[in-house]
């Protein structure tokens, strides 16, 4: 059953709907939030459209005769939410899914506490005392139960299926948020940003900041998660940033070319939707233009003969290493990875320079190749924060393949 659930409550609710209140099976119109819930459906449905592939996600993907995960018996939990799979006791992934919303909509009716922590924070405090008291959550191998690392992985994941289709934001109710601040807004040209994948950077950046321009950086673990990205393009709220020139520095790989697409993809995504506009309403936007710095003519011939021959990687990543040939040509061709750390500080600030003049002249196309963008729905799976993550800084393995190019003709 799908929204339909709230008949009753909502206008224009059928007779037919209103008659299955009378279900024996737990009812959205028994539970304390139904008020709450029913006011946020109308808004979601209005913002985001009833013909909308994400409203339409939303109605297959929520469990709406689920009773209150959080007093429900470990018999109704099974019941409720089996799985398909073989060996595999409940669907873990629609059961996540559903404890999310319900946790979002408990704290917006003040039933519930905001987490204020990050998505480690909601695992504590939700989602494994729910699997320990209902005893699903596998001490050593026991069949059946689910794994630690797969229920946290999906409760990740369930959380970013959300966030990508623009349903809610980690800053907002649940009010999830990163402690690890590793950018600066510019003061005097906020417009151009400054990208290292390496937090040994940082010192670089601030540097840039205050000998070259007052513009914006970022020293980021590799690829930033994208609870990070919220929080930095809200400090763009004020409408003052039109276009992000972003220029950046990751190592010579195809793991340093992916994490500048999905860089790309997530702060064009978030440039959609930066802040509503407190006098029209209107949403604040930025567009997004990133280019790729680092280059093979950058290191020395000594840096790539101690290079990593990357033919000699696994089959599995192979597709992405034809691909990100292909699109940055290697060493001369060849698939030679190369670390941002050998290039020195001198030559390194030589090439900041150079970078922030171009930006500020409008010579970027000329100077350097840019980042083609991606469709954004091909990443949704990084659309998460790493606190849980083993590999957090990373492009993880299972997602290799070669990203999907999207046309984009905008200017600045």
């Known amino acids: 059953m799908f929204l339909s659930v709230h008949a009753a409550k909502i206008p224009g609710a059928s007779a037919e709907a209103s008659r299955m209140d009378a279900s024996d099976k737990p009812r959205r119109e028994n539970l304390p939030w139904y008020e709450t819930e029913a006011k946020v459906l109308r808004k979601l449905k209005a913002d985001l459209g009833e013909e909308s592939k994400a409203w339409k996600w939303l109605q297959r993907s929520v469990h709406w005769d689920s009773p209150d995960l959080k007093t429900a018996t470990t018999e109704q939990v099974v019941a409720e939410f089996p799985s398909t799979a073989k060996g595999q006791l409940i ?35 939700v989602v494994k005392p729910f699997y320990r008291r209902h005893n699903l959550l596998e001490h050593g191998r026991s069949p059946l139960k689910s794994t630690g690392d797969a229920t946290a992985d999906a409760m990740n994941g369930a959380l970013a299926d959300f966030v990508s289709r623009r349903i809610f934001e980690y800053g907002g109710a649940f009010q999830f948020y990163s402690a690890d601040v590793f950018w600066q807004r ?3 040209q906020p417009r151009i940003l400054l990208f290292f994948e390496k937090r040994g950077m940082y010192e670089l950046c601030k540097w840039a900041y205050k000998n070259i321009a007052r513009i914006s950086y970022m020293a980021s673990r590799g690829q930033p998660s994208f609870l990070e990205l ?22 010579w790989d195809p793991f340093g070319w992916k994490i500048m697409e999905e860089l790309d993809a997530k702060l064009r995504f978030l440039g959609e939707r930066v802040a509503r506009d407190k006098k029209t309403g209107e949403w604040i936007q930025f567009k997004v233009k990133t280019y790729m710095l680092t280059a093979a003519k950058l290191f020395s011939e000594e840096d790539i003969a101690s290079g990593d021959d990357l033919t000699f990687w696994p089959q599995s990543f192979q597709s992405m290493i034809k691909d990100w040939v292909e699109k940055g040509g290697g060493v001369n061709g060849k698939p030679i990875a190369l670390s941002i750390d050998a290039i020195p500080p001198p030559k390194m600030k030589v090439q900041m320079e150079r970078f922030v003049e171009y930006a500020q002249g409008g010579q970027m196309d ?12 091909s990443i949704r799976h990084t659309f998460q924060d790493f606190s849980l993550d083993n590999d957090r800084y990373r492009i993880h393995p299972r997602h290799l393949e070669p990203s999907i190019l999207i046309d984009d003709t905008y200017d600045i």
Not at 107 to 119: E, H, P, V, Y
Not at 366 to 377: A, F, L
Request: glycine fraction near 8%; proline fraction near 3%; charged fraction near 30%.
């Open 91 to 125: 669907n873990d992934a629609r059961l996540l899914r559903t404890m999310v919303w319900q946790s979002w909509i408990k704290i917006q009716a003040k039933l519930m506490l905001a987490i204020d922590g990050n998505l480690r924070s909601f695992w504590y405090q």
């Open 186 to 188: 510019g003061k005097d």
């Open 366 to 377: 000329s100077k350097y190749v840019r980042i083609k963008p991606i469709d954004t729905r």
């Open 230 to 251: 919220e929080k930095f393009a809200k400090d763009f709220a004020d409408g003052r940033v039109g276009t992000f020139i972003v220029g950046g520095f990751p190592d």
